[in-house]
DNA sequence: TGGCGTTGTCAACACCCGTTGGCCTACAGT
DNA sequence: ACTGTAGGCCAACGGGTGTTGACAACGCCA
C-alpha cells in the first residue's frame, strides 16, 4: 500500500481546508479538492461520507482565548484585539467559517455558537452587570469580525496596509470599551 | 400584451434582488428568481442577457453619505452610525453586495471601488492629515461592516436584540475617534 | 505461493445549472 | 379582417456537480 488511511485523510482534509477557505462552500467542489490532493474524488466520498461532512470536519473552530480575568484589566482591549490578528493569520478556519456562514444558515448558527460560548464568559467575567454582557460581547465581536472582514476577506488595501501594531493602537481602545466600560 | 416590457422588467429586477440580497450570486438560481416573478427563466435571459448582467443590475449601491463637513464636528461619528443603520434597513443592495462579495472578486472589487469613492473624501475632509485618511476610512468600515454582518447576515442575537438607539450609542463614539481623533 | 483486505482508479448515474431557439399567442396598425 | 410584432412559454442542449458501484493494484499474513 502507496498510503495509510490516515496520511490520506490528512492529504484530503488539509486540501479541503485550503479550497473551502478560498472558494468557500459552493464554490469549492469536491473534484478540485481532490484534485488538489491529487486524488480521486471518490477517495472523498469513502473517507468522510458527504461534501457536508467534509466541511463539518474542516471547520472545526477554537478561538484560543487567554484568559482574560488574568490580564491587567486596562489591556483586555489590546490583547484581545492582538490574539485575534494572531488567530486569524494562523488558523484558516476562520476563513472557512466567514466565507461560507454569511450564505449559509447552518455554518451561521455554528457562529452564533462559538461566540456566544467563547466570547460570551470572558465578557461576562469582565463587565461587572451580567445583563449587560451578551450585548458587549455582540458588540466586540462586530469590531472584530469587522476588521477581519475588511482585512482578509475583502482586502480593502488600507486596510490591509495597516501594520500589526497599527490596528492593536486603534482597535485595542474600542474593545475595551465594548467590554470594560 | 400583457405586460409591457418596462413593468415585467422590473418585476424581474425586484425578484432578483430579493433572491441575491437572501442567497448570494451562487445559490440564487435563475429558475428561482424567475419563478418568484412568475415568469419563464428565458425572460431573464431575453431581458438581462445573463445571470451576470442580472446581478450588475441589481447590485447597483450608493452609499447616499450626508455631507459630514456640514455636521457639527463632534455629532459625525453618532450621525454615520445612524446613517449606515438606516441605509442598511432600507436598501437590500448592501446585503447584495456583502452576501456575495465575501466569495466573489470581482464583488469585492466593487466594494472596494465604493468605499474607497465614497467613503474616502469625506474622511479626509473630517482628518487633518490626508495620508492617514484612508486607513481612517478603512477602520470606520470594518466597525460598520462587522455591525452589518453580525447584526442582519450572522444574527447574531445580542446584536439584533440592540435598539437603534444603543447601536449609535455605541457606535458613534468609535467612529467619532476613528475619523477625527 | 496463494489468498485477502486495504488503497486507489474508472466510468457512470441522476440531477441541476445557465443558456438557446423555436413556437404560440395576443394585441396595434392598417 | 389581416398581418406584423412583441411578450411569453416550452423543450432541449451542453456542461458541471455530488455520489455510487464495479474493478484493478498493492502488501501483508498464512
Redesign the interface.
Known amino acids: 500500500m502507496r498510503r495509510s488511511s490516515e496520511d490520506t485523510k490528512a492529504v484530503i482534509l488539509t486540501a479541503a481546508r485550503e479550497r473551502f477557505a478560498a ?2 462552500y ?2 469549492a467542489t469536491i473534484r478540485a479538492i481532490a484534485a488538489d490532493a491529487e486524488i480521486d474524488p471518490s477517495m472523498v466520498m469513502r473517507y468522510f461520507g458527504s461534501k457536508d461532512k467534509l466541511f463539518a470536519a474542516a471547520a472545526e473552530v477554537d478561538l484560543r482565548l487567554p484568559d482574560l480575568t488574568a490580564l491587567p484589566r486596562e489591556t483586555v482591549g489590546a490583547a484581545l484585539a492582538a490574539h485575534f490578528l494572531d488567530r486569524w493569520e494562523e488558523d484558516e478556519g476562520m476563513m472557512i467559517l ?6 449559509n444558515e447552518v455554518v ?1 448558527e455554528r ?2 455558537g462559538i ?2 460560548a467563547q466570547l460570551g464568559p470572558p465578557a461576562a467575567a469582565l463587565c461587572g452587570d451580567p445583563a449587560q454582557a ?2 458587549r ?3 466586540a ?7 477581519a ?3 482578509y ?7 490591509v ?2 501594520s500589526r501594531e ?1 490596528i492593536v493602537h ?1 482597535l485595542g ?2 474593545l475595551q ?2 467590554l470594560t466600560e
Open positions: 472558494d468557500g459552493e464554490k466567514l466565507r461560507t456562514g454569511v450564505t451561521a457562529m452564533r461566540f456566544a451578551p450585548a460581547a455582540g458588540l465581536a462586530s469590531q472584530v469580525l469587522g476588521m472582514l475588511c482585512r476577506v475583502l482586502r480593502l488595501p488600507p486596510v496596509a495597516l497599527e486603534w481602545p474600542t470599551r465594548y
